[in-house]
């Protein structure tokens, strides 16, 4: 007899956030393999991610809509939507993490959803830096 082994991501509530590296054209792939694990996924772009990858697409394999800058201002509920985000989450996926997205983060900006959402969270934060080899060897980058 066979015993099923539940997926470990199942059920698991993942943010991912994508912000604009060339590699987010990749996101989709991801998205929906977390998906179809059984993991609740929600997305967060930054403006320039949107240029690069569709959100109607990542909400359709994410089975969620996606979270836009503009959200944070029409949310309208009582406690700001980054903030609820960055409680749900148990775990966030910066993927592709952009060198500007990156300075923010580590400069404490909060100028952006995903920017906001980042430094507002306690979850553990697995970051896939993505970016020109010169980009990433910067000294402002790599140091
Ligand atoms: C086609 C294209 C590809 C890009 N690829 C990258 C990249 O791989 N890594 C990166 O750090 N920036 C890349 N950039 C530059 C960023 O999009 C730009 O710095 C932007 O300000 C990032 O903002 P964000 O972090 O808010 O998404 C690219 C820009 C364009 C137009």
């Known amino acids: 007899m066979r015993t099923e082994v539940p997926d470990p991501l199942a059920g698991r509530r993942i943010l991912v956030g994508i912000s604009g590296s060339i590699a987010a054209v990749k996101l989709p792939l991801v998205v929906s393999a977390l998906?179809?694990?059984?993991?609740?996924?929600?997305?967060?772009?930054?403006?320039?991610?949107?240029?690069?990858?569709?959100?109607?697409?990542?909400?359709?394999?994410?089975?969620?809509?996606?979270?836009?800058?503009?959200?944070?201002?029409?949310?309208?509920?009582?406690?700001?939507?980054?903030?609820?985000l960055a409680e749900w989450a148990e775990l966030v996926l910066l993927a592709?993490?952009?060198?500007?997205?990156?300075?923010?983060?580590?400069?404490?900006?909060?100028?952006?959803?995903?920017?906001?959402?980042?430094?507002?969270?306690e979850a553990p934060v697995l970051a896939a830096a993505a970016m020109n080899t010169a980009m990433w060897g910067a000294p402002a980058v790599s140091t």
């Open 35 to 84: 998906a179809k694990r059984g993991a609740q996924v929600r997305c967060v772009l930054t403006p320039s991610a949107e240029q690069l990858v569709s959100p109607v697409a990542l909400a359709s394999l994410s089975r969620h809509r996606c979270y836009l800058d503009a959200d944070q201002w029409s949310h309208g509920a009582d406690r700001p939507l980054h903030i609820e």
């Open 96 to 121: 592709p993490l952009s060198a500007t997205t990156l300075g923010r983060w580590v400069h404490g900006l909060a100028d952006t959803m995903l920017a906001s959402t980042l430094l507002a969270t």
